[in-house]
Nanobody, 118 residues
Framework: EVQLVESGGGLVQAGGSLRVSCAASGFSFDEYAMGWFRQAPGKEREGVSCISSIGGNTYYTNSVKGRFTSSRDDAKNTMYLQMHGLKPEDTAVYYC???????????WGQGTQVTVSS
C-alpha cells in the first residue's frame, strides 16, 4: 500500500521556524521526484517546492525562495521542508506529493496544517 504521511506541522509565530516531514512507503521512493504543495483557506493548491529524484535538484516558488529548504533522505524514504522566516501568508495545509516522470504516476499525502500567527 502506498502511503505518504506528513508530520511536523503546527502553530508558530511570525518569523519563526518549522520543519515538516513526509514519510513514504509502498513505492520506490528514490525513483520519484518529490514536491511540497500548500492550500490556504479559499485558495487553490499551489506548488511550493520540488526536489528531483536524481541529483536532488531543488526548485522553489518565488514567495518562499531564501526562506524554505527542501531535502530528501532516500535511505529513510523521507522528504523534509525546513521553513524559516515564516509569515502569516504561509498559513496553509501542506501536502506531500510523489511524481514519477516516466509513468506519470503521482501520490499525495493527507496534509499537515501549518499556522503562522502575526
Amino acid at each position: 500500500e502506498v502511503q505518504l504521511v506528513e508530520s511536523g506541522g503546527g502553530l508558530v509565530q511570525a518569523g519563526g521556524s518549522l520543519r515538516v516531514s513526509c514519510a513514504a512507503s509502498g513505492f520506490s521512493f528514490d525513483e520519484y521526484a518529490m514536491g511540497w504543495f500548500r492550500q490556504a483557506p479559499g485558495k487553490e493548491r499551489e506548488g511550493v517546492s520540488c526536489i528531483s529524484s536524481i541529483g536532488g535538484n531543488t526548485y522553489y516558488t518565488n514567495s518562499v525562495k531564501g526562506r524554505f529548504t527542501s531535502s530528501r533522505d532516500d535511505a529513510k524514504n523521507t522528504m523534509y521542508l525546513q521553513m524559516h522566516g515564516l509569515k502569516p501568508e504561509d498559513t496553509a495545509v501542506y501536502y506531500c506529493n510523489a511524481y514519477e516522470v516516466t509513468t506519470m504516476t503521482d501520490y499525495w499525502g493527507q496534509g499537515t496544517q501549518v499556522t503562522v500567527s502575526s
